[in-house]
Every structure is written in structure tokens, then in C-alpha cells.
């Protein structure tokens, strides 16, 4: 059974940064895409980024530059480490894992993504 568990969440002020993680079980995490996605109150929600198998990363314009995402084979652990962050960051993050994404298309679609965290909130203050 896949476990995904996210933690590293909490309130920060703007320009600030926050780590999170996501410790996985029962699949490693360079066996498919890592996905993390974001969903604000009201909101669908979203792609934030992604690390292929072969360590192939993209970002979407709204966290380029900011966000990086990175993975610790040993410890079987995505990372995502969110630096300048903003309010319209504030939302609950989740990671997936993708064993059916093949290509960066089909990365930013949560559907096709089997597997998903429970979620840690972030918040940002202004």
C-alpha cells in the first residue's frame, strides 16, 4: 500500500520560506513523476510542480523562480522548498505520486495521479 505523508506546513510572512516534505511508503519515490499540487479556499485545485523519474523538473510561471523541488532517494522523501513566498501562496499542500505520467503535459493534470497525501496547510501573512 502507497503512503504519502507531507509535513513541514505553517504560517510564515510574505518574503519568507518553508520547506515541506513528503515521506513516501510502499513506493519509491524515483519509480514515477512527484507531483505537488495546491488548493486554496474556493479554489480547484492546482499544479505547482513536478520531478520525473529521470530528474526532470518544470515549474508553471506562478512559482518559477521560487519553488524548487528536489528528492532524497535514501530517505525516500520529495521535497519542496518555497523561498519569496507570497499570500496568494496560502493554500493546502498535497504531493502525488504519477506512476502514469510519461511527459510534463500530463504532469500538470491531477487525474492522472493515483496516489495523494492527506495535506499540510501553508499560510502566508502580509
Known amino acids: 500500500q502507497v503512503q504519502l505523508v507531507e509535513s513541514g506546513g505553517g504560517l510564515v510572512q510574505a518574503g519568507g520560506s518553508l520547506r515541506l516534505s513528503c515521506a513516501a511508503s510502499g513506493r519509491t519515490v524515483s519509480s514515477s513523476a512527484m507531483g505537488w499540487f495546491r488548493q486554496a479556499p474556493g479554489k480547484e485545485r492546482e499544479f505547482v510542480t513536478v520531478?520525473?523519474?529521470?530528474?526532470?523538473?518544470y515549474y508553471p510561471g506562478s512559482v518559477k523562480g521560487r519553488f524548487t523541488i528536489s528528492r532524497d532517494n535514501d530517505k525516500n522523501t520529495v521535497y519542496l522548498q518555497m523561498n519569496n513566498l507570497k499570500p496568494e501562496d496560502t493554500a493546502v499542500y498535497f504531493c502525488?505520486?504519477?506512476?502514469?505520467?510519461?511527459?510534463?503535459?500530463?504532469?500538470?493534470?491531477?487525474?492522472?495521479?493515483?496516489?495523494w497525501g492527506q495535506g499540510t496547510q501553508v499560510t502566508v501573512s502580509s
Open positions: 502525488a505520486a504519477g506512476p502514469r505520467v510519461n511527459n510534463f503535459y500530463e504532469s500538470s493534470r491531477r487525474s492522472n495521479y493515483d496516489y
Open positions: 520531478m520525473m523519474s529521470d530528474g526532470g523538473t
